[in-house]
C-alpha cells in the first residue's frame, strides 16, 4: 500500500472514529448512569431494609410494654372488683334492719306512752310540753310503721323473740 493510501485510510478511520465516539460516549454514560443508579437503589433498598427491621424491632419492644401495661390494668381493674365486690356485700349486710316483733310492741307502746304524757300535759296546761310529747309520739309512731314494714318484707325466720332476725 502507497503511504497516501495509508493516510487516506487513516484520516477515514479518524473520521469514523471522531463519528463513532459520540454514541460510543453517550452508551458509556448510561451504563455507568443505569449501574450507579442500581447500585444507589441497592444501598437505598439496604438502607431501608435496616430501617424496616429496627422499627419491627421497636414495634415489637412497644408490643410487649403493652401488653404488660394490659395485663397490669387487668390485675388492677380485678383488685377493684373484688374491693366492689366486697364493699357491696358490706353495704347489704347493714341494709336489713334487725329487728324483731318485740322491737316493734315496744315501740308501739312508747308511742302509746307519750300519746299519754301529752293529754296529761294538756289537761296540766303545759302547751310546750304537750307539743312536744305529741312530737315525739309521731316520731315513734312513723318509726313503728317503718319497722313493721320492714318485718312484713322479711320473710319469717327460726329466730326466737327478741333475737335481731
Known amino acids: 500500500m502507497q503511504p497516501h493510501q495509508f493516510v487516506l485510510a487513516s484520516g477515514i478511520l479518524w473520521l469514523v472514529t471522531l463519528v463513532a465516539l459520540p454514541f460510543l460516549l453517550a452508551t458509556a454514560r448510561r451504563r455507568a448512569h443505569a449501574s450507579g443508579l442500581a447500585e444507589g437503589k441497592a444501598m437505598k433498598d439496604a438502607a431501608h431494609i435496616q430501617q424496616i427491621r429496627m422499627f419491627e424491632r421497636d414495634m415489637a419492644d412497644k408490643q410487649a410494654e403493652l401488653v404488660n401495661a394490659q395485663k397490669a390494668f387487668t390485675a388492677h381493674m380485678e383488685a377493684r372488683r373484688q374491693v366492689i365486690t366486697e364493699l357491696e356485700e358490706?353495704?347489704?349486710?347493714?341494709?336489713?334492719?334487725?329487728?324483731?316483733?318485740?322491737?316493734?310492741?315496744?315501740?308501739?307502746?312508747?308511742?302509746?306512752?307519750?300519746?299519754?304524757?301529752?293529754?296529761?300535759?294538756?289537761?296540766?296546761?303545759?302547751?310546750?310540753?304537750?307539743?312536744?310529747?305529741?312530737?315525739?309520739?309521731?316520731?315513734?309512731?312513723?318509726?313503728?310503721?317503718?319497722?313493721?314494714?320492714?318485718?312484713?318484707?322479711t320473710p319469717a325466720s327460726s329466730s326466737p323473740a327478741g333475737v335481731p332476725a
Open 90 to 153: 358490706r353495704i347489704m349486710s347493714y341494709t336489713g334492719l334487725a329487728v324483731t316483733k318485740a322491737d316493734y310492741d315496744n315501740l308501739v307502746s312508747a308511742t302509746s306512752t307519750m300519746r299519754l304524757a301529752q293529754r296529761t300535759l294538756k289537761a296540766l296546761k303545759s302547751l310546750p310540753q304537750a307539743d312536744r310529747a305529741a312530737d315525739h309520739a309521731e316520731v315513734l309512731d312513723g318509726l313503728a310503721k317503718r319497722v313493721h314494714a320492714q318485718l312484713r318484707a
